[in-house]
């Protein structure tokens, strides 16, 4: 199995940017394939950002699209999230998950990080 904490999250004002960080640890010789899904309050969890074991397969939700890069560092074992242009819409507790099938970014999801909060303020 893997372990995953994400941090970088906080307070931010409107129009900022945060770069969030998902660290992995335990079985991390998989090639896994690492996302981003948040939880606004009130709200689904809803899929964000994702990125295969390669780097060649991304996928971004609409409402981020343009304002978000996902990247990693397989030697590291870090995926990270760098998120622009923060709305209050992007208020959020942001997870990091993984899924063993490392050559798509549609799960499934198994393994998943207990969150980092987001707050954009105006």
């Known amino acids: 199995q893997v372990q995953l904490v994400e941090s970088g999250g906080g307070l931010v004002q409107v129009g900022g940017s945060l770069r969030l960080s998902c660290a992995a640890s335990g079985r991390t010789s998989s090639r896994y394939t690492l996302g981003w899904f948040r939880r606004a309050p009130g709200k689904e969890r809803e899929f964000v950002a994702a990125?295969?074991?390669?780097?060649?397969?991304?996928y971004y939700a609409d409402s981020v699209k343009g304002r978000c890069t996902i990247s990693r560092d397989n030697a590291d074992n870090t995926v990270y999230l760098q998120v622009n242009s923060l709305k209050p819409e992007d208020t959020a507790v942001y997870y990091c998950?993984?899924?063993?099938?490392?050559?798509?970014?549609?799960?499934?999801?198994?393994?998943w990080g207990q969150g980092t909060q987001v707050t954009v303020s105006s």
């Open positions: 998950a993984a899924s063993t099938k490392g050559d798509t970014v549609w799960g499934p999801y198994l393994y």
């Open positions: 990125l295969t074991w390669s780097g060649l397969s991304t």
